[in-house]
């Protein structure tokens, strides 16, 4: 299951909620407030991968190419 960041609406409180893909906000509430129905919020990911005897071609393209 991934992890999805929320922000709640009342209070500005961010935090991180373990939930299955798809799943919506109605039946959360703010950690810190108890605000009802956060916000997803869109963010960043890692990945890493050893390139080490790989013929892989991922990291050939320059970063502005992956954004088109």
Do not use: D
């Amino acid at each position: 299951m991934p992890i999805y960041e929320y922000k709640c609406t009342s209070c500005e409180e961010r935090f991180e909620v373990l939930q299955r893909v798809g799943a919506g906000n109605e039946n959360l509430v703010c950690p810190s407030c108890g605000a009802p129905k956060p916000v997803k919020q869109f963010s960043a990911f890692a990945m890493s991968h050893s390139t080490t005897g790989s013929s892989s071609t991922a990291n050939s393209c320059s970063p502005a190419s992956r954004f088109r």
